[in-house]
């Protein structure tokens, strides 16, 4: 089975300043990453996600993911945040069986003005 | 498109009543889940449904029932609350890979007093 650790609970930063939001995942098979936000009072929303490929994904908002196969992380980066990314982020993993997403706690971002 | 929907948005029950949480997606997705979310914890996966007729177990089942006799409906059913059910319940469907994003709803609610 796999698990999802995300190291920080609460994150807050001053706009304009950048984030990074860390994630790692234990799996004994190949996983799928991805990151989701969720917004007060609403469900989750897709940021970004690795499936194959680059290990570099692009997402929405300006946010930004690196797959590290060796060191088991997912970490979500945005060069300079805004207030309106203030919202909690959940990494989430599901392997090539399928049908089972495992999210992490999640990070509550906190942006400053 | 309406997406995912979730009613109700919010409910108290007394211990030992029961209800339905109801979920619909007009996306003609084959895959649905329920998740709860509790503070700190993430999502918690609670059923999912692979298509009309079929459900199986997440990891946390116990005191909820679902059932799927359509593709678009997958209501979860909560037998003699406790306290202990009290969170914010949300579904999700996606496409039937098991890879593509989940879509959620906006949640639901829910005390158990």
């Known amino acids: 089975a796999q698990s999802v650790t995300q190291l920080d609970s609460q994150v807050p930063v001053f706009e304009e300043a950048p984030v990074e939001l860390r994630c790692n995942y234990s799996s004994s098979v190949s996983v799928y990453l991805f990151w989701y936000v969720q917004y007060p009072n609403q469900g989750l929303q897709l940021l970004l996600k690795y499936l194959s490929g680059s290990t570099l994904v692009k997402g929405i908002n300006g946010f930004e993911a690196e797959f590290n196969k060796s060191q088991t992380s997912f970490h979500l980066r945005k060069p300079s945040v805004h207030i309106s990314d203030t919202a909690e982020y959940f990494c989430?993993?599901?392997?090539?069986?399928?049908?089972?997403?495992?999210f992490g706690p999640g990070t509550r971002l906190s942006v400053l003005p | 498109n309406a997406g995912v929907t979730q009613t109700p948005k919010f409910r108290i029950l007394k211990i030992g009543q029961s209800m339905t949480l109801q979920c619909t997606q007009d996306m003609n997705h084959n895959y649905m889940y329920w998740y709860r979310q509790d503070p700190g914890m993430g999502l918690k996966l609670i059923y999912y449904s692979v298509g009309a007729g079929i459900t199986d177990k997440g990891e946390v089942p116990n005191g909820y029932n679902v059932s799927r006799s359509t593709t678009e409906d997958f209501p979860l059913r909560l037998e003699l609350a406790a306290p202990s059910q009290t969170s914010v319940y949300f579904c999700a469907s996606e496409p039937g890979t098991g890879f593509e994003k989940l879509f959620f709803g906006s949640g639901t609610q829910l005390s158990v007093l």
């Open positions: 989430a993993v599901t392997t090539n069986y399928g049908q089972n997403f495992v």
